[in-house]
């Protein structure tokens, strides 16, 4: 008879990795909103200015996530996990000091933007992979199930305390807590204990002799444009992340200047809507069981449009409703999205192709980010605030498209994953 495996709550350095994880991610929500709150308020930046902010953030992940992918493949991934934590901790503290002495400008925000994005790509690409060498292949869904309730929980009670935190002690040292997050977060992942074996660097996992960088990348894209349900979730999920971050890019903006929010009141809104996203944490698996994962896919995505225009719908008077309504509506639909079609992404992909495809992935729907922040930007300042709202909520409307034309609406169960290595030819 078969026993059950023990609960990764008694696991030791599962528990370090979590731990790590959820200080900072609660530490996380107080920058996603202080430094716009810096921009706003304290530099008088400009939308357009606000907007560019973003887009530099997530610039290295145009830049770096492709090569990213085959670099971690070579190397040990919990000295990249420290490196990013170390790294975002040193920027963020930028920001305080030198607000200390009266220096801090919009470029050191763009400065701390684009170093925390390289710090975030490595980071990001190494965890995936660090998860399943740090416990059993059976313990994996257990794992990441743990670490996406942690997000959750962090983005729901996350934004109130910045908010109390931002109006407290003002937002620059607000900013010092996620700093002091991130040194936490890099020692426990320092105190793990489990012997990390190091990748050889001339040959990958099956005994073949590894190809150049720029070939292993190559490999990547073709694979995922190459692949019918690959390609149909990342031009939907890069669809939605366009005209979702065309919204977002200016939210902070138009809740100050346009709804006239304080940032406690901010704060207090992205919590509630934010408890979504744990709602859908807790039931994503359960809905790709009962409609099947290809319809689960499409239709979380189908609903996540008019969650966002929602936005652009609340009239000054009493604004709250809907934007709660929204952050709810979006939440539930980004987890259950997420947590589908990672998991589809996952099982429908070769062990020996799972970094490249991540990186791949991860490079196509987020390259769409810094564009949309840009174009998110410039319309803020050239058509008005509301009304760029509303061109992300329309446009989020039909990101749908490329699922339901594609074949993945007509799968029902989850595919079993495929073990035999990938080449060229493949």
Known sequence: ???????????????????????????????????????????????FEV????????????????????????????????????GRAISLGSIPLAYAFDALTIWQLYAVGFINGVMTVLFDVAYQSYLPSLVDRDQIVEGNSK??????????GGPGVAGVLVNLISAPLAIAADAVSFIGSALFVFAIRKHEPAPDRHRDEHGRARESLRREVS???RYVLGHPYLRSIAASTGWSNLFGTIAFSIYIVYLVRTLNLTPDVIGFVFGLGNAGTLVGALVAARIGRWLGVGPAIVGSMFVSGPGILLLG????????PFLVASGFIFGFCALTYNINQVSFRQAVTPTAM???????????????????????????????LRETMLVGGVGSLFAFLPLLIGPLRH??????????PVTTAA
């Open 313 to 320: 719908l609340a009239p000054p008077e009493f604004p709250i």
């Open 1 to 47: 008879m078969k026993t059950a495996r023990p609960s990764l709550l008694r696991h030791p350095d599962f528990l370090k990795l979590w731990s790590a994880e959820t200080i900072s991610q609660f530490g996380t929500q107080v920058s996603l909103l202080a430094i716009p709150l810096v921009a706003v308020t304290l530099l008088q930046a400009t939308p």
């Open 411 to 420: 799968l029902r169960e989850m595919p079993m994953p495929l073990q035999e």
């Open 219 to 221: 490999e990547g894209l």
């Open 147 to 156: 670490l996406e309730i942690s997000r959750s929980a962090a983005q729901i």
């Open 354 to 384: 799972q970094g490249r495809m991540n990186a791949t992935m991860r490079f196509i729907v987020w390259g769409t980010i810094p564009i949309g922040m840009m174009v998110g930007g410039f319309l803020g300042g050239a058509i008005g």
């Open 51 to 86: 907007g560019l902010l973003g887009t530099i953030e997530f610039l290295p992940f145009i830049l770096f996530a492709l090569p990213a992918g085959a670099w971690v493949d070579r190397l040990r991934r919990r000295p990249i996990l420290i490196l990013g934590d170390i």
